[in-house]
């Protein structure tokens, strides 16, 4: 079965972490292998110091390093560039039947965004933007937002998650 990959995005605090769960939930809840990746703006620091890892990696300036237990694996990599997701899935999700990004909101790929007045005025989506066409929906707490161009899904609305979860698996990337 091929892959599927789907970005959601938003303004800071909007709750992008918080659908991305949500979503990886209901792809599981319908026997999806799940998978994502998270894009951080800023230079992400998993390995303390002090541990073996950190040694391995800054002290002994290991190209890649993996961490390996009984329930878990991770891997701290040295990379010159902010690789693109698709790439990123392609090298080190294989398998996954759907793979949810967080962010990467500037990649040509699929996106859903949410929308909170809390984080923001306005949502990223605006019908002048010439990537308009690459938003499938969006998720918002806003009772006045609305769209001709692309969908508006509102939390209080009964089955949301679901109609969301639908739309994002028929409009995903397949790579």
């Not at 892959?3 to 809840?29: H, P, Q």
């Not at 073996?52 to 993996?66: C, K, M, P, Q, S």
């Not at 679901?162 to 739309?167: C, D, F, K, N, S």
Request: aromatic share 6%; with cysteine; charged share 30%.
């Amino acid at each position: 079965m091929a892959t599927r990959i789907i970005s959601v995005v938003g303004l800071k605090n909007a709750g992008k972490t918080t659908l991305v769960v949500a979503l990886a939930s209901e792809f599981n809840r319908r026997r999806k292998r799940v998978m994502t990746i998270k894009h951080a703006s800023h230079p992400a620091d998993m390995d303390r110091p002090g541990t073996d890892t950190y040694r391995h990696f800054h002290e002994g300036r290991a190209e890649r390093v993996l961490i390996a237990s009984p329930d878990l694996r991770a891997v701290i990599e040295r990379t010159p560039d902010d690789t693109d997701p698709v790439t990123l899935a392609r090298t080190y999700l294989a398998g996954a039947d759907i793979v949810l990004v967080e962010g990467f909101k500037a990649e040509p790929i699929p996106k859903m965004e949410v929308f909170r007045l809390a984080a923001g005025p306005v949502p990223l989506y605006s019908p002048d933007r010439p990537d308009r066409d690459q938003w499938i929906a969006i998720v918002t707490d806003d009772e006045k937002y609305h769209s001709d161009n692309c969908p508006v899904l509102r939390f209080r609305d009964t089955a949301w998650l679901q109609l969301l979860a639908g739309l994002a698996w028929d409009k995903a990337l397949v790579i």
